[in-house]
């Protein structure tokens, strides 16, 4: 149950547990002992978005390399850097995706760094501190994007790597029930018009290009590339619009 007041983290975070434990949520399968395996000899892949993987050139070599899942707990990511050869660390603040973290790490026999942290806030790290962070889709679920890409460019050593998931906001603009029709306007903002918010969806936020590629490069961050995705799944999907943007940048 949700009530006013509530924190709207809290409340993403009830509604990302639900969809994990009720519907097989995608972004909450942890990998398995195979895929692990496959990671140990070079043979890996990972999303930022929802069907695109990410280069691996985007990442070089990851030997040794302090990285940061950003919001990218679940077991997905990690195991496959830990694999890698990063060191690395978690940060999420749902507890069902810290504890499938925690799962992977044990049955695998690795050490990670998992912290449970609020990104709308200022994320408890030093500065300069890590090579790359890795942010897979997430930013919907914040209000804010700008503050959070400030203290991405903060903990990241210079040169350091952010690779992140961005919207172009499209998803936020058609019927929710086939996509057909434009039906609401930019920005989408629950906390703004109580009437946007769907239990279901929990509490999520469109961010224009101008906040999330702007932010970016008024943070301080060099844009290196770029590439789009679609939903997979869905009648945008099945036209092929995009409505996800993976970005790499550097510091």
């Known amino acids: 149950m949700y009530h006013i007041g509530m924190n709207y983290q809290d409340i993403n975070a009830k509604t990302i547990t639900k969809w994990i434990e009720e519907e097989n949520w995608k972004w909450g399968i942890p990998i398995s002992h195979e895929e692990y395996e496959k990671a140990l000899n070079g043979n890996w892949d990972v999303l930022l978005t929802p069907t695109v993987p990410v280069p691996h050139e985007w990442f070089g070599n990851l030997r040794g390399k302090r990285l940061l899942g950003l919001a990218s707990g679940g077991g997905q990511q990690i195991p496959i850097f830990t694999a890698a050869g990063a060191r690395c660390t978690v940060l999420d603040y749902t507890d069902k995706q810290l504890e499938s973290e925690k799962a992977v790490a044990e049955r695998e026999g690795y050490v990670a760094d998992i912290i449970k942290a609020d990104m709308s806030k200022p994320l408890p790290f030093r500065d300069n501190e890590f090579d790359i962070i890795f942010n897979p889709a997430s930013l919907c679920y914040i209000e804010k994007v700008e503050p959070l890409l400030k203290e991405c460019f903060r903990i990241l050593k210079k040169g350091g790597i952010l690779l992140a998931a961005f919207e172009n906001g499209i998803n936020y603009i058609t019927d929710v029930n086939d996509e057909s029709r434009i039906v609401q306007s930019l920005p989408f903002n629950p906390l703004e018009n ?43 999907y099945e036209l092929n619009i995009p409505s996800f943007i993976a970005v790499r940048a550097v510091k």
């Open 194 to 236: 109580p009437e946007l918010f769907r239990e279901e969806d929990g509490m999520q936020f469109s961010h224009s290009i101008t906040e999330q590629i702007g932010g970016l490069l008024k943070a301080g961050f060099s844009l290196t590339d770029l590439y789009e995705d679609t939903n997979g799944y869905g009648l945008l």
